[in-house]
């Protein structure tokens, strides 16, 4: 079974950076398209990252502020978030799943990013 180990968040200041890590085990017979969801309590997780069959998703809350980095493609990937913002506090989740495929099958743990004014 893969396992997600993420690393990094905690809490900063409203324009503060914070960097976050994922490295995926048990992962040697499958080729692993990683991401990153976060979800705020009482809404639904979204997707905010990721990267797929040469393709480099960020969604508009986050474009031009967070940025994916595949330190091993498909093994250690990390999520650089800079200029944080209030409405960035969530419970952010490193995600994985078959290459090309479609459902994000595997999490992380979940790790909490806190921002304040």
């Known amino acids: 079974q893969v396992r997600l180990t993420e690393s990094g968040g905690g809490s900063v200041q409203a324009g503060g950076s914070l960097r976050l890590s994922c490295e995926a085990s048990?992962?040697?017979?499958?080729?692993?398209?990683m991401g990153w969801h976060r979800q705020v309590p009482g809404k639904e997780r979204e997707v905010i990252a990721y990267?797929?069959?040469?393709?480099?998703f960020y969604a508009d809350s986050v474009k031009g502020r967070f940025t994916m980095s595949a330190d091993n493609p498909g093994v250690t990937e990390s999520l650089q978030m800079n200029n944080l913002q209030l409405d960035d506090t969530a419970i952010y989740y490193c995600?994985?799943?078959?290459?090309?495929?479609?459902?994000?099958?595997?999490w992380g743990q979940g790790t909490q990013v806190t921002v304040s004014s």
């Open positions: 990267f797929d069959a040469g393709t480099t």
């Open positions: 048990n992962a040697a017979h499958v080729r692993l398209a």
């Open positions: 995600a994985a799943r078959p290459r090309g495929s479609g459902a994000w099958s595997y």
